[in-house]
């Protein structure tokens, strides 16, 4: 980080403004947004006669005049003026940037979200302004209109609450449920008067340590974070604990709320693991205990994912429990590939089934041998070779394209493609778990099939 963010407090303080360009213009509206006074130079002609009292227009540059006590100078004249503004500030200890000249500044201006008491700044060290605008463009797509009415709420009642609550974790819990419940949501609708009737209400709850606790069963994707839902998000940063599978990646873990304590509860194939049973236990324990529980797993909890299992057992346990759906892995892993799972006239039926199905013998393979099927095995890369004998066997065509995706949507995956018949050779080029075997004509429409195809050609 080269850049520190601060926000400046520039109420009734001077800013200097040199140049006549669109930027200046931009920085004048950002500046007198945040009351600052301000002394422009060298300004456009045509706003010279434009009445502001909080606006004073020279037609030169600053560098004659005494402006000791400025709070900061911004400058977009263009050399030699910008380059001779930076040394002329930077010798007096004023605060200069220079726009889009960040070795000339000694401070950035970042892009900004402005709603109200709420202020977001992006930036990236003056190296990428558009990658920043983009951002903040994405952000003020997810903020609400009235933001800013809810943290002005809050801070009013701050001085209450801290009156309230002794304990720091009570009144983190207490601002928590008023962020994500009903107060927020009578102030997001702009029902100001009922916000603060429902804070006034909730002071005189008892105490926040006799709350019971919740789990929340979230599906934590693929494994690339950025794959995260924005409710899986939410779910990870307000949870006290994690309990997390094997299939969830460092980077999504990155995500979790640092202070939350982390549980790894992953079972391997082949090694000695956590039984699902002392799992549930774990789970229900610590949501008896006050906490708020985030199960954690890869893609989605309700895919082969034993969610169903586990909700079940926190009903029967009386337990409060929501669940949060993830991108399945066959949908990250088949979109990384560019690999359409279905395909107008051409694949219409998609079965998905896991490779512990195949080695216990419990798939009616005949079911599976129409060439518009597409058929995908989670888990299959040890049972591969069962995989492919009973597609054959229910006269599925030898050479049906057939794709094993290792750790789709991870920095190391990896995609195998060939030939129905081959496909234990391709689960051993493969490697790496997870992974899923994809068979189907829709395979000769993805990135690794052309790539594969134009190779041989480019050798022939």
């Known amino acids: 980080m080269r850049f520190l963010p601060v926000f400046l407090d520039l109420a009734g303080r001077e800013v200097v403004l040199v140049g006549a360009?669109?930027?200046?213009?931009?920085?004048?509206?950002?500046?007198?947004?945040?009351?600052?006074?301000?002394?422009?130079?060298?300004?456009?002609v045509d706003r010279r006669a434009e009445p502001d009292s909080e606006?004073?227009?020279?037609?030169?540059?600053?560098?004659?005049f005494d402006l000791v006590g400025a709070a900061a100078v911004i400058s977009a004249a263009g050399d030699p003026i910008d380059r001779a503004v930076s040394a002329w500030a930077r010798a007096r200890r004023i605060p200069v940037n220079v726009v889009d000249?960040?070795?000339?500044?000694?401070f950035i201006m970042?892009?900004?979200?402005?709603?109200?008491?709420?202020?977001?700044?992006?930036?990236?060290?003056?190296?990428?302004?558009v990658l920043a605008r983009r951002l903040r463009e994405q952000i003020e797509a997810l903020l609400p209109a009235r933001i800013g009415e809810l943290a002005a709420l809050l801070g009013r009642w701050r001085p209450r609450v801290t009156g309230r609550f002794k304990e720091f974790s009570?009144?983190?819990?207490?601002w928590e449920r008023a962020v994500d419940g009903p107060v927020a949501e009578a102030a997001l609708a702009g029902r100001i008067a009922d916000a603060e009737a429902l804070l006034f209400d909730a002071l005189a709850r008892p105490d926040t340590d006799q709350e019971s606790g919740s789990v929340a069963i979230v599906g934590a994707g693929p494994g690339d974070p950025d794959l995260l839902t924005l409710k899986a998000l939410r779910a990870i940063s307000d949870a006290d604990i994690v309990f997390y599978d094997d299939l969830v990646t460092a980077a999504v873990l990155d995500?979790?709320?640092?202070?939350?304590?982390?549980?790894?509860?992953?079972?391997?194939?082949?090694?000695?693991?956590?039984?699902?049973?002392?799992?549930n236990r774990r789970v229900i324990a610590?949501?008896?205990?006050?906490?708020?529980?985030v199960r954690l797993k890869g893609g989605d909890p309700f895919v082969f994912g034993r969610g169903g299992e586990e909700l079940e057992a926190l009903r029967a346990a009386g337990v409060r429990a929501t669940i949060v759906p993830g991108v399945t892995a066959i949908l990250g892993c088949a979109a990384e590939a560019e690999l359409p799972l279905t395909l107008r006239n051409q694949a219409t039926r998609l079965v998905i089934l896991t490779a512990h199905q195949a080695e216990e013998g419990e798939i009616d393979w005949s079911g599976l041998a129409d060439p518009a099927t597409t058929v995908v095995v989670y888990m299959g890369l040890a049972e591969s070779a069962a995989v492919r004998d009973g597609l054959l066997k229910a006269g599925r065509d030898p050479a049906t394209p057939a794709a094993v995706l290792?750790?789709?949507?991870?920095?190391?995956?990896?995609?195998?493609?060939?030939?129905?018949?081959?496909?234990?050779?391709?689960?051993?080029?493969?490697?790496?778990?997870?992974?899923?075997?994809?068979?189907?004509?829709v395979v000769r429409h993805s990135a690794p099939w052309r790539a594969a195809a134009s190779a041989a050609a480019e050798v022939a």
């Open 21 to 44: 360009s669109e930027a200046i213009e931009n920085k004048l509206r950002l500046v007198r947004a945040a009351g600052a006074r301000v002394r422009w130079f060298a300004a456009p």
């Open 55 to 64: 606006v004073e227009i020279f037609s030169r540059p600053p560098l004659d």
């Open 101 to 106: 000249r960040p070795e000339l500044s000694s």
């Open 110 to 129: 970042p892009a900004i979200v402005d709603r109200g008491e709420v202020v977001v700044a992006v930036g990236t060290s003056g190296s990428a302004p």
């Open 170 to 174: 009570d009144k983190r819990k207490f």
């Open 255 to 279: 995500r979790v709320r640092r202070d939350a304590a982390r549980v790894f509860v992953g079972k391997r194939r082949g090694e000695p693991g956590i039984g699902q049973a002392e799992i």
């Open 286 to 293: 610590a949501a008896r205990a006050g906490k708020r529980v």
């Open 406 to 441: 290792s750790r789709g949507t991870w920095a190391d995956s990896k995609a195998v493609v060939g030939r129905l018949d081959a496909l234990p050779a391709l689960a051993a080029q493969a490697e790496n778990t997870p992974a899923l075997i994809v068979v189907g004509e």
